[in-house]
């Protein structure tokens, strides 16, 4: 024996139980308290027979942009010129109402990361004198493989 416990032995590491998340990680630098979403269930269209008629698995959920107490001020001002005062994001792809919140949390959590990511400025930059020479080059290849491809016609001037 290598002195570890057998699995179902006393004494072996156990999984822990893990507790649902009770924020959104939105970006390293933003993070949402769960309770400031507003979530509204309501019956969902398409298949599903009578379970679709009888249960409410689309799921909608709002986050108030302009009251969050989450939000830093320039995260609040990017957020509200982008995408307003309220985010509203609704899923009604699946048949269970916890898969349908899962993918409404997830579309909320890229719609915001997407909101608050910054794109930086291309800055202009030249070719290098090495890279010109070999763009000339290549042409030149290309035309001098073209020009004997034509074969037939009479020679030019320099080429007897």
């Known amino acids: 024996m290598d002195g570890k416990p057998a699995k179902g032995e006393e004494g072996a590491p156990r999984r822990r139980q ?44 709002r986050f108030d942009v302009a009251g969050s107490p989450s939000l830093g001020p320039r995260q609040r001002a990017r957020l509200l010129e982008r995408l307003g005062p309220e985010v509203r994001v609704v899923a009604s792809d699946e048949r269970s109402q916890l898969r349908n919140r899962d993918l ?18 291309r800055r202009a930059t030249r ?11 290549e042409k030149r290849q290309r035309s001098e493989t073209k020009r004997r491809r034509q074969g037939g016609g009479r020679p030019r001037p320099g080429d007897e």
């Open 18 to 61: 893990v507790d649902p998340p009770s924020v959104l990680r939105v970006t390293p630098t933003c993070v949402l308290r769960l309770d400031e979403l507003e979530w509204r269930f309501s019956a969902s269209g398409g298949p599903g027979g009578q379970h679709v008629n009888t249960s409410n698995t689309r799921a909608e959920v």
């Open 127 to 137: 070719p290098t004198k090495a890279a010109k020479e070999r763009r000339l080059e």
């Open 104 to 121: 409404a949390l997830e579309r909320l959590r890229s719609r915001l990361a997407e909101a608050l990511r910054i794109e930086t400025p």
